[in-house]
């Protein structure tokens, strides 16, 4: 054999055992010598593996070959097979496409070592999109447990009946959010005689199972990412919709479309560079294009017959698709030279596929992928699992479509534009232009009869319900998008239980266990008494106003006059009169998770999109500058901060504060609502600090607080807005043309409350120390339960322990079902252990429950027993 120059030895190999350096490939310079090689070291590699001996990671053991060496460009990557190299991974489950490990090109430093190495994965990243027009890759920011919770959230979704699924359509923007029926997607082998001739063209064994009618599938279409300020296409980039019956739907959707959007942004980039392109030739025109989270669900139960085309023969029209796994195989694509092979993705892996946009940009060298769903023998032994486990029997695909902005002009770029025709065939076109094309080209563009029938469809399905039929029942849409509050509804289902006999331990709302302080109670009696019973001042009676505002000076150090404060019926109205104030259609609302529930639907109802920022319990629960930052977007518009915590009850800390505060300063627009309704119940060392207070944040600050959580006056309904004055206004407005003032017997009861000492005084006091002390016991207790993680927190009355470990694929509980998710986990603990708690999900936490310790030791110590008895090892299988 001719020796060939090997790509640079990895430092990792210098301290590998001998028998891996008797591996490392010494190849011919030829197609077949490398190819034979290949074989060769990875049975030989396989081998090892088996009898135990190559223990290393499995990136760490990537058989390293190469046709040119370090210097090899695009001009070969079509020469044949992908040669593994560093950052690759055999395929057990799918020979022809191996398996690039994003890590080499996520973490590689800038040294010319380790950028060679990750040129090399490049280049064959961009050859096998080329050959095969399709990737697999594992992606170390993607974790297969979102993907099972996404999969769980749309088999419900989608089988609920057909009515509430109805109402999620939106034919008038052609489908492009929401739900699309099955039947109305025409897959476009039906109605293109091109793709029927290139099925014909195939191998008699590679050609597909064209259909003779529309898909029998149902999609929903969830946009992902940042919509464009203004474009030429808005029933493009038009505003989600939000199922009414799921409140963990948009965390959910979000979370998963962001993450394989994460891995699409990637592979995008080391295609280009593949490809000797700019880095950015195909990201750069990505930005606020209307990426969809698409899954599709077909009903098994109705169309589970063998051989069932559920999705026809076609290509997609946008630029690169990812799939995640689905529960169900029976996805077939078909490679560059012809070949259909069945998809089989590795566990923990993603794959992704070509679509038309990315075939016009590279001027046809990546073809867009073919591909089709049929109804397999696999299909049905996983249906059959599927019914035995109790699940809904729809196969639902983890999908994203990733677009190219509806603004951009689709054309070849780079070298791609100089090959002969290629002008001809890939004019410059505007990417919403293509996309209404191939819309119009399926049945999905509202033209027509594609709408009406849905419409047809709608009424037969209402037609039973002749007051339906008579009342036009249609909502609000940013009403009809707005999730009911989990915390309610678990504390309903808890009253419910309690009235149906049953001993139900309700830890789930947010509500001080104590009494109201009696010289609060005699204030009210007195109020009465004198005839305090009329209209107040919009704003408030200026005995209060004015005593707020003495508060706010003396224990958080920050001055407002009388005119600045806006006294509501509760903190609740505050935040959401002050979100309407502020913000316009379009604005973002920045939002740490885990958050209280309401803050997002509050957002949602003022005509803002909240942009969800996730944080750890590493991490304390608490929004760093670094995610901030890069959260922030020229619409963002109001970043709401809760210190102390609700859900988690951390608190910050003046450095943490002032370090958020500095990227604030950076952005014009960007306003705090600081919500500080818990500042009372702080247990020591922690303290609370205002927003308002640090330097150049008074301006830019609403802050809220209230009477209920410090003095227990939940059902009094009082909370205040302290604001610049124009804001404060503003917000005074909205008040006065909705419920105008607070109650004036409640107002005249906080004076007393105001006046009681600082702290609320000792009254106050008695009760955060009750509070603390049932803090430590819960925190002890569930410190103690195996599987179960928690941090003390350090102010309001909730502790968020992280449940992960009883919840997931596979566990169940003994006797009660399955447990996919924190949503099952409450459940079983109401129904089997009778404690109503909230999961986390609601909160932005899908992997931690919120439990409330606004209760008596005693009652503490049993919910936490049969909490922890529900939670025992041998009531769950699979953990």
């Not at 030895?9 to 310079?29: E, K, R, S, T, V």
């Not at 690039?100 to 990750?118: I, K, T």
């Not at 289902?493 to 109670?521: C, N, S, V, W, Y």
């Not at 003032?741 to 702290?759: D, E, R, W």
Request: hydrophobic share 40%.
């Amino acid at each position: 054999m001719t020796a060939v120059k090997l790509p640079a030895i990895p430092a990792w190999y210098q301290h590998c055992p001998g028998y891996i350096h008797d591996l490392y490939p010494i190849c011919a310079n030829t197609q077949n010598g490398l190819g034979a090689s290949r074989r060769h070291l990875m049975e030989e590699l396989h081998q090892q593996q088996r009898q135990g001996k190559a223990n290393m990671h499995a990136a760490q053991l990537q058989l390293i070959a190469s046709s040119g060496g370090a210097d090899s460009g695009v001009s070969g990557y079509d020469s044949g097979p992908t040669l593994l190299q560093l950052g690759m991974q055999p395929n057990p489950l799918c020979e022809q496409l191996p398996v690039f490990d994003l890590s080499l090109y996520l973490n590689a430093s800038a040294d010319q070592a380790a950028q060679a190495d990750v040129q090399r994965v490049c280049a064959a990243l961009a050859s096998c999109l080329q050959r095969c027009s399709a990737l697999v890759v594992r992606d170390p920011r993607v974790d297969t447990r979102d993907n099972d919770t996404f999969l769980s959230l749309l088999e419900r979704y989608f089988n609920q009946p057909l009515a509430d699924k109805m109402r999620d359509v939106r034919a008038d923007v052609a489908y492009q959010v929401g739900a699309t029926p099955e039947g109305v997607e025409k897959p476009r082998c039906l109605r293109d005689a091109s793709i029927v001739a290139h099925a014909e063209g195939l191998a008699a064994g590679d050609r597909p199972c064209l259909p003779t009618e529309a898909d029998p599938k149902w999609r929903f279409f969830w946009r992902v990412g940042s919509r464009p300020v203004s474009t030429q296409y808005p029933e493009l980039n038009t505003a989600p919709v939000v199922p009414a019956a799921f409140p963990e739907w948009r965390q959910v959707m979000d979370s998963w479309g962001g993450k394989l959007l994460s891995t699409v942004a990637t592979v995008a980039e080391m295609a280009a560079r593949g490809f000797g392109l700019d880095p950015a030739a195909f990201t750069s025109r990505m930005h606020n294009a209307p990426h969809l989270l698409a899954p599709t669900g077909a009903d098994l139960d109705k169309h589970g017959q063998l051989g069932t085309v559920i999705a026809g023969f076609h290509t997609d029209l946008n630029f690169l698709t990812i799939h995640g796994r689905s529960r169900y195989p029976g996805l077939h694509i078909w490679l560059a030279d012809g070949r259909r092979i069945p998809v089989r993705i590795p566990e923990g892996c993603l794959l992704l596929q070509a679509g038309k946009q990315m075939e016009w940009l590279t001027g046809g060298a990546v073809k867009a992928g073919y591909h089709e769903v049929l109804c397999t023998q696999e299909t049905l032994a996983a249906a059959d699992k599927a019914r035995a486990e109790g699940r809904p029997v729809w196969r639902v695909s983890s999908t994203v479509f990733s677009q190219i902005a509806s603004d951009e002009v689709l054309v070849p770029l780079g070298r791609f534009a100089d090959s002969p025709g290629v002008a001809a065939a890939y004019p410059p076109t505007p990417a919403g232009q293509q996309v209404a094309a191939e819309l119009q080209m399926i049945n999905l563009m509202a033209t027509g009869r594609g709408a009406v029938r849905v419409v047809n469809v709608l009424c037969t399905a209402m037609a039973s319900d002749t007051a339906a039929a008579a009342v036009d029942t249609t909502l609000n849409p940013r009403v009809a998008s707005l999730k009911p509050s989990k915390t309610m509804a678990l504390t309903d289902l808890a009253t419910r239980l309690k009235e149906e006999g049953q001993d139900i331990i309700g830890l789930a709302a947010g509500e001080p266990d104590f009494d109201t302080p009696a010289p609060i109670i005699e204030a009210g009696v007195e109020a009465l008494r004198l005839g305090y019973t009329r209209y107040t001042p919009n704003t408030g009676t200026s005995a209060l106003r004015k005593a707020i505002c003495a508060k706010l000076s003396s224990e958080n150090g920050v001055k407002y006059d009388p005119d600045q404060v806006v006294v509501s019926n509760g903190a609740k109205q505050c935040i959401w009169q002050a979100l309407l104030a502020v913000c316009s259609p379009d604005d973002e609302v920045i939002i740490p998770a885990p958050f209280w529930v309401s803050y997002p639907e509050m957002a949602r109802l003022a005509g803002a999109s909240p942009v969800i920022v996730s944080s750890s319990p590493e991490e304390g629960f608490k929004l760093t500058p670094e995610a901030l930052q890069a959260a922030l977007t020229p619409r963002s518009r109001l970043l709401i901060l809760c210190t102390p915590s609700n859900p988690t009850g951390a608190v910050y800390t003046r450095e943490e504060l002032e370090a958020l505060a500095q990227v604030v300063a950076g952005h014009p627009r960007l306003l705090v609502l600081s919500d500080e309704i818990y500042e009372y119940i702080v247990y020591s060392p922690a303290k609370h600090y205002s927003f308002a207070t640090l330097p150049g944040m008074y301006d830019r600050t609403l802050t809220v607080n209230g009477f209920s959580k410090a003095y227990a006056m939940t059902g009094w309904r009082l909370g205040y807005l302290a604001a610049p004055r124009h804001f404060a206004k503003a917000a005074a407005v909205i008040q006065s043309q909705s419920t105008s003032g607070a109650s004036s017997i409640a107002q005249h009861a906080a004076v007393t409350a105001l006046g009681m000492g600082p702290q609320g005084g000792p009254l106050v006091q008695e009760m955060i120390r009750a509070f603390e002390e049932r803090r430590d016991y819960v925190t002890q207790r569930l410190q103690q339960m195996p599987g179960v993680r928690l941090a003390a927190p350090q102010g309001a009355f909730y502790v968020m322990p992280e449940v992960s470990a009883f919840v997931g694929p596979g566990v169940e509980a003994k006797g009660w079902g399955p447990v996919p998710d924190v949503d099952a986990l409450c459940r079983y603990l109401v129904e089997v252990g009778n404690v109503a708690l909230v999961p986390g999900d609601a909160f932005g936490a899908p992997t931690c429950i919120r439990i409330s310790y606004a209760a008596s030791l005693d009652t503490l110590a049993k919910a936490l027993d049969r909490v922890a008895a529900a939670l025992a090892s041998d009531n769950f299988a699979g953990i």
